[in-house]
Every structure is written in C-alpha cells, then in structure tokens.
C-alpha cells in the first residue's frame, strides 16, 4: 500500500493520524525506558567495529518503535558518535522490515545524518519511508525505496538505486550519483542531479542553481530528464543543465512536451 498524503492537508495530518494510532504504545515505550539496553550496547561501537551491527543486533523492532526509539536518540551525539547512530538505525529499519513491516513514519530527524541510507527494499514491495524533516544523506546508497517528506537537507538520495524521493523542499546536491530514480520537489537547490544516471527530476516551483551551471562542470548528469511546469525553471534548466540531458515541459494539461532530447548537441 503506498504512503498517501492527503489534498491540501500536508504531511502533518499523517504524523497525526499514526500518533494516534500509536500514542499509547509509544508512551509506554518512552516511560519504560524499554530502550536502555540498545542505548547502552550502542556505545561500545565505534567506527571501527560499526558494521558488527548488522550480526550483532536480533532485536524486530516495529516501525513505531524505531520511531520512539528515534525520539529517544535525539541530541546523544555528544556521548554517541553520529555514525554509530545512524548505522543503528538503518539496522533497525533494515531488519523491521525483512521481518515483513513497512510504511516506516518518522517526525523530524533534527539530529541524525544519513538516517536511513544503504537500505534494501525489494521491486515487488519497496521500503516505504513518511518523514518531516531530515539531515544530509537521507536515503543514500539505498536501493526500492520510497521517502515522501516535506523538508531534506543536502545530499538527499546520493548514490540511491531504483528509489523515488517525493519532497516539499530539498537542499543543494539532491541525487547526486542516483541512478534510476525519481525526485519530485516544490523548490530545491544548486546541484541537483550531478552526476547521476538515467534518473528523473521533477522541479514544480523553484530551482536555485549556480551561476551558468558551475556545479555540474566535473559532474555532468548522463541521460536524465529534468521536468518542470514553470517557464522560469525551464530557462535555469535550459541555462545549467549539460547537454545530453532530456528537458521537458509539463503543461497545464499535464502533458510533457520535450524541449530538449538526450541527442540534441
């Protein structure tokens, strides 16, 4: 079942709704401290020993449990390292969902970078992830996923495989590296797309680039499409992105209309 988000709702009438769905249970989960053990066996990692996790860690966490869990971690990383954090994490989320769980939902990821990255969802049923706002990396190097979010920070994506990311607003360097994915967003920053492969980025409001594509001198995108329905962003795509690249104009109807093909010099 995908992740809706409800016409003219935004995100926040999902965070609700799943809060109170689970309120009691994530309650409980907070008063009891019930994650004072995988606090505490966290800390004997380091960045040596950090991919011990995946073998070490048996607990199934449930996907409101990891985001209580979450909750919980926030602001430890003065006594955590913030990679032993975030390989935690995507251990969790990994492992939750080869258990035959989905539809992870979190609120903001304040803290945490690369929450969520090198995971593996699968063609047939991929790992669906609701989110508010993340830090850099969110979802890099994963594979069949899907993110739907209102805010993402830098990097959002990076090295992703097979993956749609669908956003409100995302930072600079926005699927850097993707290949075969799909990135929609209301506004995003300079970047976006480097050297990515055969993906697609849809930009429906605004696009921030640098000065005549400057970022994507050693880092030119090959076979991407770039769509917009707005005159102003197709002139900064026409302006910035490589040739090579498709650019593509969304009408009012809806229908694309190609200004730019891969083939055209």
Same mark, same amino acid.
């Given at each position: 079942? %995908?992740?809706?988000?409800?016409? @003219? *709702?935004?995100?926040?009438?999902?965070?609700?709704?799943?809060?109170?769905? %689970?309120?009691?249970? !994530?309650?409980?989960?907070?008063?009891?401290?019930?994650?004072?053990?995988?606090?505490?066996?966290?800390?004997?990692?380091?960045?040596?020993?950090?991919?011990?996790?995946?073998? @070490?860690?048996k607990e199934i966490l449930k996907p409101y449990e990891i985001a209580a869990f979450?909750?919980?971690?926030?602001?430890?990383?003065?006594?955590?390292?913030?990679?032993?954090?975030?390989?935690?994490?995507?251990?969790?989320?990994?492992?939750?969902?080869?258990?035959?769980?989905?539809?992870?939902?979190?609120?903001?990821?304040?803290?945490?970078?690369?929450?969520?990255?090198?995971?593996?969802?699968?063609?047939?049923?991929?790992?669906? +992830?609701?989110?508010?706002? !993340?830090?850099?990396?969110?979802?890099?190097?994963?594979?069949?996923?899907?993110?739907?979010?209102?805010?993402?920070?830098?990097?959002?994506?990076?090295?992703?495989?097979? *993956?749609?990311?669908?956003?409100?607003?995302?930072?600079?360097? /926005?699927?850097?590296?993707?290949?075969? /994915?799909?990135?929609?967003?209301?506004?995003?920053?300079?970047?976006?797309?480097?050297? *990515? +492969?055969?993906?697609?980025?849809? !930009?429906?409001?605004?696009?921030?680039?640098? *000065?005549?594509?400057?970022?994507?001198?050693?880092?030119?995108?090959?076979? /991407?499409?770039?769509?917009?329905?707005?005159?102003?962003?197709?002139?900064?795509?026409?302006?910035?992105?490589?040739?090579?690249?498709?650019?593509?104009?969304?009408?009012?109807?809806?229908? @694309?209309?190609?200004?730019?093909?891969?083939?055209?010099?």
């Amino acid at each position: 079942m %995908e992740i809706r988000i409800k016409k @003219d *709702s935004g995100i926040e009438t999902i965070v609700k709704e799943f809060q109170e769905q %689970e309120v009691e249970s !994530v309650k409980e989960i907070k008063e009891s401290n019930r994650f004072s053990s995988l606090i505490e066996r966290s800390k004997k990692y380091n960045w040596n020993n950090v991919l011990q996790m995946k073998s @070490d860690i048996k607990e199934i966490l449930k996907p409101y449990e990891i985001a209580a869990f979450l909750e919980l971690m926030q602001g430890r990383e003065e006594k955590i390292d913030s990679v032993v954090i975030s390989h935690f994490f995507k251990t969790l989320i990994q492992k939750s969902y080869e258990a035959g769980n989905n539809d992870f939902v979190f609120n903001d990821v304040k803290s945490i970078l690369s929450v969520a990255s090198e995971i593996e969802g699968r063609k047939e049923d991929v790992l669906k +992830i609701q989110v508010r706002k !993340v830090q850099n990396l969110f979802g890099a190097y994963s594979n069949h996923i899907l993110v739907k979010g209102e805010y993402a920070k830098d990097g959002l994506g990076e090295s992703a495989k097979n *993956s749609r990311f669908v956003f409100e607003q995302v930072g600079e360097w /926005c699927g850097p590296r993707a290949e075969n /994915c799909y990135f929609e967003m209301k506004k995003v920053g300079a970047g976006v797309g480097s050297s *990515s +492969i055969k993906s697609t980025f849809v !930009v429906l409001e605004e696009y921030y680039p640098q *000065s005549y594509g400057f970022e994507y001198k050693n880092n030119h995108p090959r076979k /991407c499409t770039y769509k917009t329905p707005k005159n102003k962003v197709l002139e900064k795509f026409l302006e910035t992105i490589p040739k090579g690249n498709q650019l593509v104009f969304i009408t009012p109807e809806g229908k @694309d209309i190609i200004i730019r093909d891969f083939d055209e010099r």
